[in-house]
């Protein structure tokens, strides 16, 4: 099954849906989805994780980069203001990683 995301104006997911592999059109639904819904519509992957295919599967709130054909998810709001986007375009914390590795330090002695 093919997955669609809508956009609004700010590149943001409004929604996503899933189109008819067997749509008469051979799109994936995607016409359909254009001539009953509107608006600008974007494909998405579930396997994005394994095939890299936008990087990420869409979700609401996340945000499109057209430059590096992305989904990017929101920046989660961990206290430390180390968040960085790496390569597979997800968040990342490297305070968060030294906190988890300091824990995880302490349980094991």
């Known amino acids: 099954m093919a997955h669609w995301a809508e956009l609004d104006s ?11 592999n067997n749509d008469p059109a051979g799109d994936e639904g995607y ?10 519509w974007i494909k998405t992957s579930y396997n994005a994780g394994t095939n890299g ?16 054909d992305a989904f990017i998810a929101p920046m989660p709001q961990c206290g430390h203001d180390a968040m960085i986007l ?5 968040w990342e914390c490297s305070s ?6 300091q824990r995880l330090a302490g349980i094991q002695e």
């Open 31 to 40: 016409s359909w989805i254009i001539e009953n819904l509107g608006g600008t």
């Open 96 to 101: 968060c990683d030294d906190d988890i590795r």
């Open 10 to 20: 700010d590149n943001k997911v409004l929604r996503v849906l899933v189109g008819d």
């Open 86 to 90: 790496n390569s597979l375009k997800r």
């Open 53 to 68: 295919f936008r990087y990420n599967f869409a979700g609401i709130g996340f945000t499109y980069d057209p430059i590096d």
